[in-house]
């Protein structure tokens, strides 16, 4: 294919997504934002297929049959078994407004700046051989399509030199936009999800088109000779293990993965969509890859590396094959413009940063300036790595050794996120074991295989020294080198990292710290502030204003505290300075301008229990305020419902002067009977609200139980001989003297007894009131032959308002409550049980008072 | 032949008034107790118009309305809510589920009178 066809083509493509990224921006400026749709995020986290894969898997497979799954068996397995791991680090990062991993790390260990560097360093160390990876596919995917390889040009005559300049100024444009590094970049991520479409429909047209137009199908495919090195197991079963873990750490670890995944979270739910979308996308871009390999091993093609262009390019189908190096370009290109925003971010923030805050004067300019420049040097470094490594070893093993890289974030990240115990100090010191360790079993052979450390190295060893050597330290044996890496840096990091965390416990601040973290899903922990000291609102906005101009700090301290802060606000302007320059960084501004004391670990411990009181104070206040709105709502249906009534009837009345006699006084009745209800009903939330908030009187006194019944039997008589039913009263003889309000126990039992003459049947009823002593209680018990109450709903009748039965009965729905409240007050209890009358059977108990609190 | 008016509430004494002012109205007048049966009556007897209560046992008023706006079949029955919750957010609620209108108890009886012959439309 002509070159120039094939640059053009790569040309318009890159132009397409800035078009593309500022489409999206500009939407989002407008308020429609693209990134708030769950589907873009689950493409984005598609950034994980770099050229790396989108080639490599091919070859992977072409040599060692299933060996590439792990790769994607791993993410699977993180995004299903991690689900909730994810979702604290995303509920942490938008908490605190965090940028990076490295800055996640260094905020949580006490805000160390240190700790955030190193994280930091061993990142770039990691990526830089990446990128150049990316540089390094475009390149070899260009030699395919455009069908030859030159010598290497001049570097100002190198296509791919300027590719990676392009790529610096897409992520200048779209990933360096504005100077909070933890708000959303809404054209890249656009961008990215754009690319993992393109990149998803190019690996699968390239795949069918092998299949079903060059073979008669996968049967067809597979038959072939020379097809079945694609089909074998994996050689060996420890290194497959080890790359599904290294592949679960590096989907949550690697610098482009956090910022997909985390940074550019804008809604916790697109977490469920992603749970199995990512997944899905994963198995859709691996379908093909056995087939494709088994097909360039049956055609013989050189390089399985390149089988994705070549086999188009084998069956004639060159708009496929051009279609697949775009596939294979966006790969790359996502890659290398995530990795580098993020790297950037992390790079400005804690490395280069730290160094200037001495500085004083407006600073947003200058940290979107360092973090351009970032940009530009990580790119040239990878574009420079790309064109000294060229084509040794060291480059093409790079993936997994970046992945190992990160890997080794691993223990400080999950510590921070579930062991409160971790420190800064632990972290570093694990951190840094890991990394010496990856870097000798792993990064040196690799540096060796490519000549630029003498091959001694390896084996017999350095200085000869057979315990050395690099791929089998301390003798180890029968682990193939990554395994072995894998188990000395993350082994030893994890252990020393516990080791060193539990020599000394943590200083508050890092124990302040774990607690935001750890607890970031209990309710409370929003309302822990963790500062004590004199600070000046104006000198904290003054602060935020140097980095976020005098503007927008105004806006954002528009409506809060004036004159002297309290703790909350500077929490908040710690915050908003950690989402520009990172958390260690703001940390140190913030102590720079405020009056600190220290706190000690036990402060800690008061303040953690000084949020949960009040947190329980205020949710105790809240339900109260929602009982007492329940409260007046019912009063006031039950008022409306009488006057209702008595509005209708009596309007009715004066309308019509000339109505029927017998009519009229059925329509008077109504309102007598109504009015009667509604002076009940008033008298009776009166007295309730009376009795709750405790200004009741109570007049005390030797109180004779049978007596008290038989004055509320006489006083139910009445409306018992109304309703036709017989009351029978049975009572023990001799029962002692209860300590009671006599007017206010013969109200519940006149209450309960009302409430069996109104539910009894008419002309049959039968109530029984019955009294006798039972261990140290006196009991009285009303039955009835009414249609009793439902097990279900024997607690609910005596709450206010919540009348038993399926018609509404007569009555306020307050008799019950009111009775329990009156009988808890004298200590005892009342409850409902199934009578032998059929009915229902209402116990009272109430406590004997005890000997030596005989009535004197 | 008149149009008829269904009366569902579960207050005896409401139901008594209602029902007087129905007739005096010209209206036939079929009464419901509670949810249930309300909707039953609907369904076999057709009625012109409903005065429905909100707070009824068995179905709530906002339940029946629902049900009887669900039925396509009984697209042409006229509702008037009649509730004492007479909050904002009920009105909205009642209207939201499709009622034609909604009166809060206590209610004036010429203007519910005046409503429900509104709704009825003009007499054959």
Not at chain 1, 259 to 272: A, F, I, P, S, W
Request: aromatic share 8%; hydrophobic share 50%; glycine share 10%.
């Amino acid at each position: 294919m002509a070159p120039a066809l094939v640059i053009g083509t790569a040309f318009a493509y890159l132009l397409a997504l800035f078009a593309l990224a500022a489409w999206a921006d500009r939407r989002a400026a407008a308020g429609r934002s693209l990134i708030g749709r769950p589907w873009v995020y689950t493409l984005s986290l598609g950034v994980y297929c770099s050229a790396w894969t989108y080639f490599g898997s091919v070859g992977r497979a072409a040599a060692g049959g299933l060996g590439f799954l792990p790769i994607y068996l791993g993410p699977t397995l993180a995004m299903v078994l991690a689900w909730t791991l994810v979702r604290r680090i995303v509920r942490v990062a938008r908490r605190y407004r965090i940028t990076s991993i490295a800055d996640f790390i260094g905020s949580r260990y006490g805000a160390s700046r240190t700790l955030a560097g190193a994280v930091t360093l061993l990142a770039l160390v990691g990526v830089v051989p990446y990128v150049a990876l990316q540089l390094k596919a475009i390149a070899s995917a260009y030699a395919v399509v455009a069908g030859a390889r030159a010598a290497a040009p001049a570097w100002w005559a190198d296509g791919m030199f300027w590719v990676a300049l392009v790529l610096a100024g897409f992520t200048i444009a779209f990933g360096a936009r504005g100077l909070d590094a933890s708000e959303r970049h809404e054209g890249l991520v656009a961008a990215i999800a754009a690319e993992s479409v393109v990149k998803l429909l190019a690996f699968v047209a390239v795949g069918a088109f092998v299949v079903w137009g060059m073979f008669d199908g996968p049967a067809d495919l597979f038959a072939r000779p020379g097809a079945a090195p694609a089909l074998q197991a994996p050689a060996d079963g420890g290194a497959w293990f080890a790359l599904v873990a290294l592949s679960m750490f590096s989907v949550l670890l690697l610098p482009r993965q956090f910022q997909v995944m985390v940074v550019e979270n804008v809604d916790e739910g697109h977490l469920r969509r992603a749970g199995w979308g990512f997944p899905a996308y994963l198995l859709a871009i691996n379908v093909f890859v056995l087939p494709l390999a088994a097909a360039g091993l049956a055609l013989g093609l050189p390089d399985p590396e390149t089988y994705v262009l070549a086999l188009p390019l084998a069956g004639g189908a060159k708009t496929l094959a051009l279609l697949a190096f775009v596939g294979g370009l966006s790969a790359a290109t996502g890659m290398v413009v995530v990795e580098a925003t993020a790297v950037a971010t992390m790079v400005c923030n804690d490395l280069v940063l730290p160094l200037l805050l001495g500085r004083g004067g407006a600073l947003g300019g200058l940290v979107l300036a360092i973090r351009r420049a970032a940009i530009v040097v990580l790119l040239l470094l990878g574009y420079a790595y790309f064109r000294i490594a060229g084509e040794a070893y060291a480059l093409a093993s790079i993936g997994l050794i970046s992945f190992a890289a990160v890997a080794q974030f691993a223990p400080a990240l999950l510590g921070a996120l579930y062991w409160k115990g971790g420190t800064r100090a632990g972290a570093l010191a694990g951190l840094g074991t890991g990394a010496l360790l990856w870097a000798y079993t792993l990064m040196l052979p690799s540096i060796a295989r490519s000549g630029w450390l003498p091959a001694g190295f390896v084996e017999p060893g350095p200085f000869g020294l057979a315990w050395l050597r690099p791929e089998h330290l301390f003798g180890l044996q029968g682990l193939d080198n990554l395994s072995h890496a894998l188990f000395w840096s993350l082994g030893l990091n994890a252990a020393v990292f516990v080791a060193v965390s539990l020599a000394r416990p943590p200083s508050a601040r890092e124990a302040a710290r774990a607690l935001q973290f750890v607890d970031v899903l209990e309710p409370a922990a929003g309302e822990r502030v963790f500062w004590r000291g004199r600070a000046r609102a104006a000198d904290l906005q003054a602060l935020v204003a140097r980095f976020v101009g005098a503007e927008r700090a105004a806006a954002l301290f528009a409506g809060r505290p004036q004159g002297f802060a309290d703790g909350r606000l500077v929490q908040f302007a710690e915050t908003q300075l950690a989402g520009a320059v990172g958390a260690a960084s703001a940390r140190a501004l913030v102590a720079s301008v405020v009056e600190e004391q220290a706190l000690a670990p036990a402060d800690i411990a008061r303040i953690v229990e000084e949020a949960n009181t009040l947190r329980q104070a205020n949710a105790k206040l809240e339900s109260l305020d929602r009982l007492k709105d329940d409260f007046i709502s019912s009063v006031t249906h039950e008022l409306r419902t009488p006057l209702t009534s008595i509005r209708a009837v009596a309007e009715l009345l004066r309308d019509e002067p000339e109505m029927a006699a017998p009519e009229r006084a059925r329509f008077v009745a109504i309102v007598v009977d109504e009015s009667e209800r509604l002076s009940r009903l008033v008298n009776q939330v009166l007295d309730l609200a009376k009795i709750e908030s405790g200004q009741a009187e109570w007049r005390d006194g030797d109180v004779d139980l049978r007596e008290a019944a038989r004055q509320a039997a006489r006083s139910a008589g009445a409306l018992l001989r109304e309703r036709g039913a017989v009351l029978e009263v049975r009572a023990d003889e001799a029962l002692p003297p209860l300590r009671a309000d006599a007017d206010r126990l013969q109200q519940v039992l006149l209450n309960l007894l009302g409430n069996a003459a109104k539910f009894v049947p008419e002309g049959r009823g039968r109530v029984r009131l019955s009294l006798w002593r039972e261990g140290g209680e006196l009991r009285a018990a009303v039955d009835d032959n009414g249609p009793g109450v439902p097990a279900a709903e024997r607690e609910l009748v005596f709450e206010k308002f919540r009348q038993g039965g399926a018609t509404r009965a007569q009555g306020t729905g307050l008799g019950l409550p009111i009775s329990r409240r009156i009988v808890e007050h004298l200590g005892g209890r009342i409850w409902i049980e199934d009578s032998t009358l059929g009915g229902a059977r209402f116990v009272v108990g109430l406590p004997l008072p005890r000997p030596q609190e005989t009535p004197r | 032949m008149s149009k008829t008016v269904l009366i569902a509430d579960d207050e005896p004494n409401i139901v008594v008034s209602l029902e007087f002012l129905m007739k005096r109205e010209g209206w036939s007048v079929r009464v419901a107790r509670d949810g249930v049966a309300a909707l039953e009556l609907i369904r076999s007897e057709r009625p012109d118009l409903v005065l429905l209560d909100v707070m009824m046992p068995g179905k709530n008023g906002f339940e029946v309305c629902q049900a009887v706006r669900a039925d396509d079949s009984l697209a042409g029955t006229r509702i008037l809510l009649l509730s004492a919750k007479g909050r904002d957010t009920d009105i909205a609620q009642g209207l939201g589920l499709g009622a034609d209108g909604y009166l809060t108890k206590p209610f004036s009886t010429r203007e519910l009178a005046a409503r429900v012959r509104e709704l009825m439309g003009p007499t054959p």
